[in-house]
């Protein structure tokens, strides 16, 4: 692991449910750091959600149109922080692209975590299923289908006990050379 650089944005990724929006939303209430949310920013860009998008032109249109966005921010964006979708950095070769000029943390939580956050937050995922029972199994695989590229980052931060406010902490000290830049 590495400290984060100056001048460098932080990507903050890992599985839908650990909580990047909710930590992003709450880095922007504390600091004056630019933060965007990268599914907020597709919706706007695309005048329709990243769940629509999928269900209306599948995954791969999906990932073509957040790794262009991903590209566009980090090029002509001037983002302190982006929280990340949960599978947005999964291509190796858009992963090694982006660490060069990125530090890329990853959230993480257990399984039952995930769940019990998914349940909570209101998001429509089509990747997840509709059902609880259905949405457990789908994080399930997916975090194992995952595990790997969610370790081929910058920092780790277990959430799993953490309260966001506690996790934006955390953060901090990995922004924090880059926020004195
Ligand atoms: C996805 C995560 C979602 C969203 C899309 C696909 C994924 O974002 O980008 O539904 O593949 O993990 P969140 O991680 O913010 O839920």
Redesign the pocket.
Known sequence: MKMAERGQPVLLW?????G??AVARELQSRTSLRVV???EF?QTEQSQS??DI?TAHG?AV?REI?AAAIRKLLTVGRVDVL??????L?DPTLRTEVRRSATVCSLHADVAILHAR?QGDG??????GTSAEEQKIRLAQ?VDE?RDAYLDVDFVIDTSELAIDEVVTSLLRIVEIREAA
């Open positions: 890992g599985m839908m449910g650990a990047k929006s949310d990268l599914d597709i990243p769940s999928i995954l999906f957040e929280s990340l979708g949960g599978g947005s999964l998914v998001v429509n995922r089509p990747l997840l997916l995952r």
